[in-house]
């Protein structure tokens, strides 16, 4: 499988953004699809995840961004969206998604679990 993440930019805070990321190959529905975010210095860390049909496209996100960030996935277009909004600062980054078809739950937070990575987007939030 391969990962093409797209649609990040620069925003002023409080604005909106939307990334997406094209998935190859034809299993796409059966893929837990993630956000990760990595800013300089820090580790990489969850942002949000959608599951396969499998486990019933249930959509999960960190507490920081609930609320704000809104998760989806396109099964015809092989392609999960992360709707940004109410943009702060805080939420620059470069975002990566992320594919796992044999994901656990208790590991759907941990970057180590997924097999295969995008190139990432970078999104920047001014102040």
């Known amino acids: 499988v391969q990962l093409q993440a797209s649609g990040g930019g620069l925003v002023q805070a409080g604005g909106s953004l939307r990334v997406s990321c094209v998935a190859s190959?034809?299993?796409?529905?059966?893929?837990?699809m993630s956000w990760f975010r990595q800013s300089p210095g820090k580790e990489r860390e969850f942002v949000s995840a959608?599951?396969?049909?499998?486990?019933?496209?249930?959509?999960y996100y960190a507490d920081s961004v609930k609320g704000r960030f809104t998760i989806s996935r396109d099964n015809g277009k092989n392609t999960v969206y992360l709707q940004m909004n109410s943009l702060k600062p805080e939420d620059t980054a470069v975002y990566y998604c992320?594919?796992?078809?044999?994901?656990?739950?208790?590991?759907?937070?941990?970057?180590?679990?997924?097999?295969?990575w995008g190139q990432g987007t970078l999104v920047t939030v001014s102040s």
């Open positions: 992320a594919a796992s078809r044999t994901i656990i739950m208790s590991s759907l937070y941990n970057p180590d679990a997924y097999n295969y």
């Open positions: 190959g034809d299993a796409f529905p059966r893929y837990t």
């Open positions: 959608i599951r396969g049909s499998g486990g019933g496209s249930r959509s």
